[in-house]
């Protein structure tokens, strides 16, 4: 069964509009991770947020997790062209915690 | 310091062909990880190696399928007798060590006609 699925699917939004993109999970998790992946590209990684910790910021990024409710919110402030990607959220679990249980991914477009 | 570094970047084989995909991870990293997806899809796990050993299959197509990692030269992904449902895209990523970053290749993208 599917570990991560984000949520939208697909977003669109004007450029500057902040964009939040959420992703829940079924098992007890080591750590997540999101990354993002340009159409026909690899995945870069952008941030890492441990199942102790429950926010974590990296420039314009913003992660939160809440195990209570196993999920986790990516949000991008201020949002340019550049950002349109896909974005996919990744769990670590803690049995086999070697290997990552990704999502679906969330669309996201930035309008200019 | 290069990134992990995968060939071929595109791949076309005709049904019952082979087809090997090669990863070099990045230096000093001694965790591979493969991850297929299909189109409009996530990743799926396929296999987990350090130097010469696979450390978890489960991901793995029981046949035709097999991975290795040895002591020189990149990790090698071969598919045996390739399937139209192979066409996809192939992910290799690389790690320094369990729980760390993975470092994900450009992909392999596998075109089965």
């Known amino acids: 069964s599917q570990q991560g699925e984000e949520d939208p699917q697909a977003l669109s939004i004007q450029e500057g509009e902040n964009a939040t993109m959420n992703c829940s999970y079924k098992t007890s998790i080591n750590n997540l991770q999101w990354y993002r992946q340009n159409s026909g590209r690899g995945l870069v990684h952008l941030i890492l947020?441990?199942?102790?910790?429950r926010e974590k910021h990296s420039g314009r990024l913003r992660v939160t997790l809440d195990t209570s409710k196993k999920s986790s919110s990516l949000l991008i402030t201020a949002s340019r062209a550049a950002d349109t990607a896909s974005y996919f959220c990744a769990t670590a679990i803690i049995q086999g915690a070697q290997k990552l249980v990704f999502g679906q991914g969330t669309r996201l477009t930035i309008n200019p | 310091n290069a990134g992990v570094m995968q060939n071929p970047r595109h791949l076309v084989r005709r049904r019952g062909q082979e087809a090997r995909l090669r990863c070099s991870p990045m230096k000093g990293h001694s965790h591979v990880y493969w991850y297929r997806q299909l189109p409009e899809e996530g990743l799926k796990f396929m296999v987990y190696l350090q130097k010469e050993n696979i450390i978890d299959e489960s991901g793995m197509p029981k046949e035709r399928f097999s991975a290795e990692f040895p002591k020189e030269g990149p990790s090698i992904l071969r598919i045996q007798q390739v399937v139209r449902g192979d066409s996809a895209a192939y992910f290799c990523?690389?790690?320094?060590?369990?729980?760390?970053?993975?470092?994900f290749g450009a992909g392999t993208r596998l075109s089965v006609l």
């Open positions: 990523a690389s790690s320094p060590s369990e729980l760390s970053i993975q470092y």
């Open positions: 947020i441990r199942s102790n910790e």
